[in-house]
């Protein structure tokens, strides 16, 4: 039995709001109604296991993430691993790990290290079983102890090749969510487990975007909000003690505030090393359905520190019909602009119309000599081989590989020796690119002479076409200047720019396409 505390009419207020809002994250299955559990309900701890979806170190870090033991203990007697080709053929006998702790707490880690360097340039499949025992009954949990959903077996490619760069460029995800993300149907990954599963796809460093209605909240509660932040500074202190041990991979301390878009509509706005935290709470539902939010937009652009970064997130992604219609999502407001936003993340989860939308309305931006970034990130919230969704809260959930840490990426030419405001100062600057796999960046020569570097992987696909853009800002439009075609198979590729022949008032951007469809776009060089 939990020990938290359900109020009914409460419960149902969040409830019938749920239920016409599909929700992210790893599945929290312990909420329930007074008298009326729902199907997802167990009496067992969340038991999930996870991976990298790729690796480019022959190696394949396996996370076991038990939550909510502390009211349903377990003790785990061993893990067992099998790797598979892609017919579920096994490449090699079972693996089985002696374990044998006995688990109380609310969250419980470990990562098990497999050797994979025989299988090399292929997709292994991955099942892990953990044998435990809870309320005296012997469990087998089979990749993770989910109702309605399919269990399969975990898809990883062995990369030979690390991730496509030039020397000096560092790779990092813009937008992900912790385990101090956590409400009545979904939780985060704890912040040690990033480390481990970023660095073997190549990633140094990730920026850790958790709701601003989360990170306010009393200790062990959902609703309940804590006037002197205790949860805040915890996030705060502990993401500062992981980047003081760990010298090769930064955690940016990070909110993804609920902001209104001057329209009276929700959306989100990413803030990067504030120490200040920012209130919102419109569309968190934790208490209400149908409230406005608290901010605008530009009230909390006003107020950030000097050593802060702000994006909007996701500014184009149209919200669901029932989220618009009971707690006022929307996207950002085209029609203002404000000299503190950074720039916008445009590049979120799956590429598809929302992207269209953010690089159209950032192009219109760039000739209006608004000098804004793009950034991309996954919104990812643990995630790092299978999106797992709570579909009917209570009822059922549903499994895809879209929004999964680490598959789009924000690169810059930077130093992790330089510590947290270097790396923002850097992602303030020019040399940031985004990309869901290959590289491109410019690299000035001489004063009338720049250079275009392209590389990818075979993995990611040969390099197809390169793309310079100029943008005149004099004639307010955008053509190209330069579009270079690769041969088949080439992964590396470059290009001499002439700046002698270009508009007074102007900026050059490149974008990168491979024949797998994997692209990369700079952010632009301003011509003077």
């Given at each position: 039995?939990?020990?938290?505390?359900?109020?009914?009419?409460?419960?149902?207020?969040?409830?019938?709001?749920?239920?016409?809002?599909?929700?992210?994250?790893?599945?929290?299955?312990?909420?329930?109604?007074p008298?009326?559990?729902?199907?997802?309900?167990?009496?067992?701890?969340?038991?999930?296991?996870?991976?990298p979806?790729?690796?480019?170190?022959?190696?394949?870090?396996?996370?076991?993430?038990?939550?909510d033991?502390?009211?349903?203990?377990?003790?785990?007697?061993?893990?067992?691993?099998?790797?598979?080709?892609?017919?579920?053929?096994?490449?090699?006998?079972?693996i089985?790990?002696?374990?044998?702790?006995?688990?109380?707490?609310?969250?419980?880690?470990?990562?098990?290290e497999?050797?994979?360097?025989?299988?090399?340039?292929?997709?292994?499949?991955?099942?892990?079983?953990?044998?435990?025992?809870?309320?005296?009954?012997?469990?087998?949990?089979?990749?993770?102890?989910y109702?309605?959903?399919?269990?399969?077996?975990?898809?990883?490619?062995?990369?030979?090749?690390?991730?496509?760069?030039?020397?000096?460029?560092?790779?990092?995800?813009?937008?992900?969510?912790?385990?101090?993300?956590?409400?009545?149907?979904e939780?985060g990954?704890?912040?040690d487990?990033?480390?481990?599963?970023?660095?073997t796809?190549?990633?140094?460093?990730c920026?850790?975007?958790?709701?601003?209605?989360?990170?306010?909240?009393?200790?062990?509660?959902?609703?309940?909000?804590d006037?002197?932040?205790?949860?805040?500074?915890?996030?705060q202190?502990?993401i500062?003690?992981?980047?003081?041990?760990?010298?090769?991979?930064?955690?940016?301390?990070?909110?993804?505030?609920?902001?209104?878009?001057?329209?009276?509509?929700?959306?989100?706005?990413?803030?990067?090393?504030?120490?200040?935290?920012?209130?919102?709470?419109?569309?968190?539902?934790?208490?209400?359905?149908?409230k406005l939010?608290?901010?605008h937009?530009?009230?909390?652009?006003?107020?950030?520190?000097?050593?802060?970064?702000?994006?909007?997130?996701?500014p184009?992604e149209?919200?669901?019909?029932w989220?618009?219609?009971?707690?006022?999502?929307?996207?950002?407001?085209?029609?203002?602009?404000?000299?503190?936003?950074?720039?916008?993340?445009?590049l979120n989860?799956?590429?598809?119309?929302?992207?269209?939308?953010?690089?159209?309305?950032?192009i219109?931006?760039?000739?209006?000599?608004?000098?804004?970034?793009?950034?991309?990130?996954?919104?990812?919230?643990?995630?790092?081989?299978?999106?797992?969704?709570?579909?009917?809260?209570?009822?059922?959930?549903?499994?895809?590989?879209?929004?999964?840490?680490?598959?789009?990426?924000?690169?810059?030419?930077?130093?992790?020796?330089?510590?947290?405001?270097?790396?923002?100062?850097?992602?303030?600057?020019?040399?940031?690119?985004?990309?869901?796999?290959?590289?491109?960046?410019?690299?000035?020569?001489?004063?009338?002479?720049?250079?275009?570097?392209?590389?990818?992987?075979?993995?990611?696909?040969?390099?197809?076409?390169?793309?310079i853009?100029?943008?005149?800002?004099?004639?307010?439009?955008?053509?190209i200047?330069?579009?270079?075609?690769?041969?088949?198979?080439?992964t590396?590729?470059?290009?001499?720019?002439?700046l002698?022949?270009?508009?007074?008032?102007?900026?050059?951007?490149?974008?990168?396409?491979?024949?797998?469809?994997?692209?990369?776009?700079?952010?632009?060089?301003?011509?003077?």
């Open positions: 039995m939990t020990t938290v505390d359900f109020n009914l009419c409460a419960d149902l207020t969040t409830l019938a709001a749920l239920l016409m809002a599909p929700l992210i994250l790893y599945a929290e299955m312990h909420y329930r109604l008298l009326f559990r729902g199907i997802l309900y167990r009496k067992q701890p969340e038991i999930i296991f996870d991976l979806w790729r690796s480019e170190t022959g190696s394949i870090p396996i996370l076991l993430l038990i939550k033991a502390h009211w349903f203990p377990v003790t785990i007697e061993k893990i067992r691993i099998r790797l598979m080709d892609r017919h579920g053929k096994p490449v090699t006998g079972d089985t790990i002696p374990v044998g702790i006995g688990v109380r707490t609310k969250w419980f880690t470990k990562i098990c497999i050797d994979a360097t025989d299988y090399q340039n292929q997709w292994v499949y991955v099942d892990c079983f953990a044998y435990v025992t809870c309320s005296k009954k012997t469990l087998t949990i089979h990749n993770d102890n109702r309605t959903l399919s269990q399969k077996p975990f898809k990883i490619f062995i990369d030979p090749d690390p991730l496509p760069q030039a020397d000096g460029w560092l790779w990092g995800d813009l937008h992900t969510h912790s385990a101090y993300t956590e409400d009545q149907v939780f990954a704890p912040l487990c990033y480390r481990p599963l970023a660095r796809m190549g990633i140094s460093f920026a850790v975007t958790d709701h601003s209605y989360d990170l306010d909240d009393c200790a062990d509660s959902w609703t309940e909000t006037p002197d932040l205790h949860k805040w500074q915890r996030f202190e502990d500062q003690k992981l980047n003081h041990i760990n010298r090769d991979f930064l955690l940016i301390p990070g909110e993804e505030v609920s902001v209104d878009n001057g329209f009276g509509r929700t959306v989100h706005l990413n803030v990067l090393n504030d120490p200040n935290f920012h209130i919102g709470s419109g569309d968190g539902m934790e208490k209400s359905l149908g939010t608290e901010s937009y530009a009230a909390v652009l006003g107020s950030i520190s000097d050593t802060a970064l702000a994006f909007a997130a996701h184009f149209k919200p669901p019909f989220h618009r219609l009971l707690i006022h999502r929307g996207v950002w407001n085209r029609w203002d602009y404000h000299p503190c936003l950074g720039g916008f993340q445009i989860g799956n590429p598809a119309e929302d992207f269209k939308a953010g690089k159209a309305f950032w219109e931006q760039l000739l209006k000599n608004r000098r804004q970034k793009i950034y991309a990130g996954n919104d990812s919230h643990g995630n790092f081989n299978r999106f797992r969704q709570v579909l009917i809260p209570l009822f059922s959930m549903h499994e895809h590989r879209h929004q999964v840490y680490g598959q789009n990426l924000t690169g810059i030419k930077a130093d992790l020796d330089g510590g947290l405001e270097s790396l923002i100062s850097t992602l303030k600057g020019e040399n940031v690119i985004i990309s869901n796999g290959p590289f491109v960046c410019f690299e000035p020569r001489t004063t009338d002479r720049i250079e275009v570097k392209a590389r990818s992987t075979p993995f990611f696909g040969a390099l197809r076409q390169l793309t853009f100029c943008g005149d800002l004099e004639k307010k439009r955008e053509v200047f330069r579009q270079e075609s690769f041969q088949p198979c080439q590396e590729g470059s290009t001499q720019l002439s002698e022949n270009y508009p007074q008032k102007a900026y050059l951007r490149a974008e990168l396409v491979t024949q797998k469809g994997h692209f990369a776009l700079t952010n632009p060089v301003w011509l003077k």
